[in-house]
């Protein structure tokens, strides 16, 4: 099952476009990368996720590298309500995911 | 929107006892999962479900079983609880695996601390 390596910790701008890497050197074709979210003491969200294309919806941007070994979540506008923990999944076999220890994004007013 | 249910915010429970987290979903989901979250380790996978009476074993089954009579339920068990299963531990349901790219819905979480 692919792995992912991600940045321990970053900070934004409160208002600035907050960029979070990941790092998946050994996904194969047919894995979709995920991004999810965790507010202290609350379940993980999910954000969104993709294959091959970049993808954006109401939260956020996936950009994906074409050999597909990175990613970027983009999250356009940051806001203090999105200081939280990003996870970077790509889904293992059969539906599995695998969390590592996440990106803590802290946005600051 | 789909909902995970977990029983108990916070429980709290003494080195030996056998110990019940529940787990409900209301969308059909087959896809169950117990995860435990610990400070500095992330999330990780204790035992999953694909259906009814099935399960396999994550990343750290040991000191764990589980329970699946029923679709929307998912049991985790501590047949004796250790101090070191002091921890959270979050219940995740997913549709069942078509070409790829489901969601994984969470619950709240329940904070266990075994004294």
């Known amino acids: 099952d692919a792995k992912t390596t991600q940045p321990t910790s970053m900070d934004c701008a409160e208002g600035r476009a907050a960029n979070l890497p990941c790092n998946h050197s050994?996904?194969?074709?047919?894995?979709?990368v995920y991004w999810y979210r965790q507010i202290h003491s609350q379940g993980p969200q999910y954000i969104i996720h993709?294959?091959?294309n970049n993808e954006t919806n109401e939260m956020a941007s996936l950009i994906i590298t074409e050999d597909r070994k990175s990613s970027t979540l983009i999250l356009p506008h940051a806001t203090l309500r999105d200081t939280a923990v990003y996870y970077c999944?790509?889904?293992?076999?059969?539906?599995?995911?695998?969390f590592g220890t996440g990106t803590s994004l802290t946005v600051i007013p | 929107d789909v909902k995970v249910t977990q029983s108990s915010r916070y429980l709290v429970k003494r080195t030996g006892e056998k110990v019940f987290l529940e787990c409900v979903q209301d969308?059909?989901?087959?896809?169950m999962f117990w995860y435990r979250q610990d400070p500095g380790l992330g999330l990780r996978l204790i035992y999953f479900?694909?259906?009814?009476?099935?399960?396999e074993k994550g990343d750290i089954p040991e000191g764990y079983s589980v329970s699946r009579e029923k679709k929307e339920r998912f049991s985790l068990i501590l047949e004796s609880a250790s101090t070191n299963q002091t921890s959270m531990y979050l219940c995740?349901?997913?549709?069942?695996?078509?070409?790829?790219?489901?969601?994984?819905?969470f619950g709240s979480g329940t904070q266990l601390s075994v004294l």
């Open positions: 995740a349901s997913s549709p069942s695996p078509g070409q790829g790219g489901e969601k994984l819905f």
């Open positions: 050994t996904i194969s074709g047919n894995e979709y």
């Open positions: 993709g294959l091959k």
């Open positions: 999944i790509v889904e293992g076999r059969r539906n599995q995911f695998y």
């Open positions: 969308m059909d989901h087959e896809n």
């Open positions: 479900s694909y259906d009814v009476k099935m399960k």
